[in-house]
């Protein structure tokens, strides 16, 4: 075996998952963690620039999605400091959500829900977009919006980037029609509040699909495609390997087709996230999702705004919009 197909198989053996290092409950293994000297709790927003480092490309290069605005989403959500499930900085953005989604014309729902979590029962709530399509059939996309419950920590990759991504698609996708409709979920609760595991992480999609299960609407989504820390400057995405393998051709074979095979490369990687209370319903889901435990700052406080890039928000919006056209033509 040659050490490229060892290093794939090393890295196919990990098993990872959302949680706070330092915590037991979900393993690491086959990878020295980058955090296993953990920086100070201080926050680096703050000091952090309002402008990105580096540029968006031009949205007419990337499908139409501006990777500028979708920067200025983060920004913004940074701005409301942290902001994990039951906060009042929470509310502020889920209030900064609805009223940029209304102002796209888009079309919202809202499940607010009691969860209950190893530090009490916590108010919360999930925000879906529904635009219609033609025939049956429904393109879930998704993302959380909640921060980890941890000091100083303002998300700006981990809950912040996905949610300007799909910010993003909604101004994009909500005024279009096609083929099959196109929902767009806002989970909160997906991070744990103590140690991740099947009852502490993921409240609001397991209460999303809970609900689509009991109404049967669950039948109909042929697809859950998953955004979750897809800002970073030096952003990888490897293939999540509890992913439906269909559909992680899918988006993949898009990005190599865009040119950008080299950020979507064929490594394999394993995440717990909001995907697998999808999967366990039988929904065929994916995750992209950046390769967090190489990335630095992961769950630190220095996940701040000046580790996000207009560049990768760009890309993983076109790969969406892509993805998405592919689906709608089937
Ligand atoms: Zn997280």
Request: charged share 20%; aromatic share 8%.
């Amino acid at each position: 075996m040659d050490s490229y197909s060892k290093s794939i198989l090393r890295v196919a053996v990990i098993t990872l998952c959302l949680m706070p290092l330092g915590l037991t409950g979900c393993k690491a293994s086959g990878h020295d963690s980058p955090n296993a000297t953990q920086p100070p709790l201080t926050s680096t927003a703050a000091s952090a620039p309002p402008q990105a480092a580096e540029d968006a490309p031009p949205p007419e290069k990337s499908g139409g999605f501006d990777g500028k605005r979708a920067f200025a989403h983060v920004a913004k959500q940074v701005s409301f400091g942290p902001r994990p499930s039951g906060s009042q900085s929470i509310m502020q953005l889920r209030d900064y959500l609805q009223s940029e989604l209304k102002s796209y014309g888009c079309t919202v729902e809202t499940d607010a829900f009691t969860a209950d979590t190893p530090v009490g029962r916590l108010p919360m709530k999930n925000i879906l977009v529904k635009i219609p399509g033609e025939k049956p059939g429904v393109t879930l996309l998704g993302t959380h919006y909640d921060t980890l419950l941890m000091e100083n920590f303002v998300g700006a990759d981990d809950g912040g980037s996905s949610t300007a991504v799909m910010l993003e698609l909604a101004r994009m996708l909500c005024p279009q029609h096609g083929k099959y409709a196109v929902w767009i979920a806002f989970f909160d609760g997906e991070e744990a509040m103590k140690h991740w595991s099947d009852t502490d992480s993921r409240y609001g999609s397991r209460q999303m699909a809970a609900r689509l299960s009991i109404s049967g609407d669950i039948k109909k989504i042929k697809a859950f495609l998953l955004a979750d820390i897809v800002g970073g400057r030096k952003a990888q995405f490897l293939r999540e390997s509890s992913s439906t393998p269909a559909l992680v051709d899918l988006v993949w074979n898009t990005a190599a087709k865009l040119g950008y095979a080299a950020i979507f490369r064929n490594d394999a990687t394993s995440a717990e996230d909001d995907h697998d209370s999808f999967l366990k319903r039988s929904v065929p889901a994916v995750d992209v999702i950046g390769d967090f435990l190489n990335n630095g700052y992961w769950h630190t406080p220095q996940d701040a705004l000046d580790k996000i890039s207009p560049k990768t928000l760009a890309i993983v919006g076109h790969v969406f919009l892509e993805s998405v056209k592919q689906l709608q033509s089937k």
